[in-house]
Nanobody, 125 residues
Framework: QRQLVASGGGLVQPGGSLRLSCVASGFTLDNYALGWFRQAPGKEREEVSC????????YTADSMKGRFTISRDNAKNTVYLQVNGVKPEDAAVYYCATITRCTAVAGFGYQFGSWGQGTRVTVSS
């Protein structure tokens, strides 16, 4: 059974850092592009950062560049999202999902497969 499990969320202070993990089971993640998305209360789900399968090309949304870094560890079948300089507006549920492609300029392709349960990030001092 193909599954993605996101973890690493929690309570973080403004200016702090955290690393989110997305672990795949039932399939080999490095064959796929993967994206991180987030959804804040009352807002639509938005694209955050993605990484391609074959060559590791990455893309991060303009508003998050410089603070968000996506990476992958194929040996662990895991993709990470490092968030530095956390801001109150980063509070959201973060989801990972497979996408059809990730390119440096165009960014995300279409999401496919299940969303999973997400991991909640709360920002508070």
């Amino acid at each position: 059974q193909r599954q993605l499990v996101a973890s690493g969320g929690g309570l973080v202070q403004p200016g702090g850092s955290l690393r989110l993990s997305c672990v795949a089971s039932g399939f080999t993640l490095d064959n796929y592009a993967l994206g991180w998305f987030r959804q804040a209360p009352g807002k639509e789900r938005e694209e955050v950062s993605c990484i391609s399968g074959p060559d590791g090309t990455t893309y991060t949304a303009d508003s998050m560049k410089g603070r968000f870094t996506i990476s992958r560890d194929n040996a662990k079948n895991t993709v990470y999202l490092q968030v530095n300089g956390v801001k109150p507006e980063d509070a959201a549920v973060y989801y990972c999902a497979t996408i059809t492609r990730c390119t440096a300029v165009a960014g995300f392709g279409y999401q496919f497969g299940s969303w999973g349960q997400g991991t909640r990030v709360t920002v508070s001092s």
